[in-house]
């Protein structure tokens, strides 16, 4: 066993506060969005037709989807525990805007490192003489957001005995930040066991009523913190996701939320008039939301899909191409956009993409620090995450909650990947 820090800044890094404060804003916005999307079987269906007949891993989720829709939800109560991702597009004038890299809607990570970050990069500050600029870091707690939403489903579930469920990883490398979310719902008496898919194929079951067990204990809620990439599932893992999806546990997230947070559906929430429809008679939500929203385009087999790739591959430095998955490490850009398009220009597979405008932050100087690596400054570049977290009861939205934030640092040659792939560290935004 190797324990390692989580890698983090030597400084917190500067972020506009303006756009801070407009994160902040529009994530409830958010959070109704996605529930909204979650609930509606027509857009989802609509919008990931062309996606699931060459992505094999959203057609298996889309399939466990319409099962569990066919046979009826056994459950009325939905958490949504979800992380919205921006970075700052610096303007021809140099102005900075809030543009939204992704949402994350199933294991959206760090809520619970992050909780401690400040603390960190105010002593730091303290060692360094800046104690006025040391009490200006804001509090941050996500992983209490987090929790008082889980423990909020756990008592419309309706039964005392019953216990939360993390599904995590094979290899567990990320259990402390999990660890913050467990203590909290520990702290407030609620039971946590944590069980890997392999547990629910071999000790899993559901009664009559689809209530679910896990060696004789009933399971409340199930939070994922695995089944978001395909290499978390095989054969079994798919029999244990259905299973979990059949139940009448509550699911963070139920797999149409997942699916709400597909690339496929960021890209077609950009078309004209879909926010309108999705969110009927929020208009300020609506213009909160897509202000946030760089330019997305379809890649789908036809006359607009081929003009749009004939653009990527003239330019390919003015955007980023994204597959259907999740975890960083999996886009393309420059160079190899230009070549993999070219490649599959004239394929359906060019469908299993979406195309995005890069965006073009101003770098600023930092450290990153990390267990192994030499510590030089380099020229990095910040994603602001903000958490939401929402808990509805049939029609009625009983919670909507803004969390908490997090700040994730890179070196500005690793253009792709998280702090998972061992490419962002840990930041604190100190505003300006
Ligand atoms: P993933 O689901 O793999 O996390 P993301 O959409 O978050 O996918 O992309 C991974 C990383 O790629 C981001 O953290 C960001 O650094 C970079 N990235 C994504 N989209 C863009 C974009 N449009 N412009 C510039 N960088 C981007
Ligand atoms: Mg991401």
Known sequence: QVVNYAPLTLLPSAVPSA????AYAVQQDFNLLVDAISQNKEFLEH????????????????????????????Q?????????????????????ALKQIEINTIAASFGGLTSRTAVVHGRVLKVLGK??????????NPSKGLALGIAKAWELYGSQSAVVMFLVEEVQRNIFDQRCVENELWNRNIRVIRKRFRDVFEKGSLDDAKRL?????????????????????????????????RSRAVKCPDIATQLAGTKKVQQELSQPGMLERLLPGRAEAVTRIRATFAGLYSLDVG???????????????????????????????????????????????????????????????????????????????????????????????VM????????????IEHADGGVAAGVAVLDTPYLV
Request: hydrophobic residues 35%.
């Open 131 to 140: 104690s006025k600029e040391a009490s200006r870091l804001l509090p941050n």
């Open 47 to 74: 919008t990931l037709a062309s996606t699931i007949k060459v992505d094999d891993f959203t057609a298996q989720l889309f399939r466990i989807h319409m099962q569990v829709l066919e046979e009826g939800l056994a």
């Open 400 to 411: 909507n909650e803004v969390a908490g934030h997090l700040l994730r640092t890179k070196a």
């Open 303 to 397: 006359e607009e899909g081929d003009k749009i790739a004939a653009m990527a591959i003239a330019d390919p430095d003015r955007f980023w191409l994204k597959p259907q998955r999740e975890g960083g490490g999996n886009n393309l850009y420059g160079e190899e956009l230009r070549q993999v398009l070219e490649k599959i220009r004239d394929s359906p597979e060019r469908t299993s993409y979406i195309l995005m405008d890069k965006i073009k932050p101003q770098p600023s100087m930092n450290y990153l620090l990390r267990a192994h690596s030499p510590l030089q400054v380099s020229e990095c570049i910040s994603e602001l995450g903000i958490f939401g977290v929402y808990v509805r009861q049939g029609k009625e939205m």
């Open 19 to 22: 756009l801070f404060e407009q």
């Open 213 to 245: 067990y896990m060696d004789g204990q009933e399971v409340a809620v199930v939070y994922y913190r695995e089944g978001y990439v395909p290499k978390n599932y095989d054969q079994q893992n798919w029999e244990a996701r259905l299973l979990l999806e």
């Open 76 to 96: 009325s109560v939905f958490l949504g525990i979800n992380r919205s991702d921006y970075m700052f597009d610096c303007g021809v004038d140099g102005t900075p």
